[in-house]
């Protein structure tokens, strides 16, 4: 067994793969991709970031174009070294994923325009303090109001309804990372955007940790087999989002897509190295519509008489 078969964290994986989650490289290139994969993510966050500052890049142009980016480079490393074959989107998939994603779009969109006018009251063109402190203020504060809103989608009935259309697919993957309720879209990211603004973070400090928190969102996501050892306990992970996704709900926290922190210090920190859940989905499957059932799915929540047996929590 080579080097590439050891986590980060010391622990020690089987070689022996199996046929579904053989990728198309060799093993020296598919050990380069595991190591190299997520640091050339964040290196492409940094210096995005860097030049949209410096440059003063309008954020309307350059987030989009980042995200277009980076769903490109985790489509192309879900087939280079991907965790599970059997979870590529198959061709029917593609149609439904895709409406789904023009979807959560307008949700985003809507959910910033809902905003924008406190933004702009608010929010100071310029940074009030150094960027050093601003960014990681802002990332901390955006991290925790997204954990918190997430965590009530999976604990409180009503918003479960909205939520639970994400956990509807039987595979975990960067296409489908987008199969959202479009309501749940527009509440999740308009109460993060709102608490950012109401305090008061810089434009520059929003984008850039809104590029990153982009990017660590389909990170997450992705059918790819990286491991990132210790940094588990920082930095939101495939491996912890896998489990976040499981059928075993005494698995499934990890409610943070960008920081691990606030699921360590909020008791929903489930993974170690090594765990794998064992499927992925609905708990109970039936209490939600297909995928393919979009406007079901979209109808769901003011279903008369909804299914409450397959909250996670």
Known sequence: MDECERAADGEIYSADFSVSRRGVVGDSAVCFLRVSAYPVLLLAVILVG????????????????????VISYLVLLERLIPYDRNWH?????????????LLTMAGSGLAQLL???????????????????????ALLTGSLASYLVHRLGHRNPLLWRLHGVHHVPEKVNVAN????????????????????????????????????????????????????GALNHLLASPEQHRLHHSTDLAEAGHYGSDLSCWDHLLGSFTWRPGREPAAVGLHDPASFPGTGEILAAFLHPWRRRPSQGSRPE
């Open 50 to 69: 860097v030049f949209a500052v410096r440059q003063k890049w309008d954020p309307s142009w350059v987030s989009p174009l980042f995200l277009l980016g």
């Open 89 to 101: 989107p198959e061709k029917k998939e593609w149609f439904f994923y895709g409406v789904y994603f």
């Open 177 to 228: 990372n987008g199969v959202n309720h479009v309501l749940d879209i527009v509440l999740a990211q308009g109460l993060v955007q709102l608490a950012l603004a109401l305090i008061g973070f810089s434009r520059p400090a929003v984008l850039v940790v809104g590029l990153f928190v982009a990017a660590q969102g389909y990170f997450v996501h992705a059918n790819i087999d990286v491991r990132i």
């Open 115 to 137: 905003v924008a006018l406190a933004v702009g009251l608010i929010s100071p063109a310029e940074p009030t303090y150094h960027l050093g402190i601003e960014i990681p203020g």
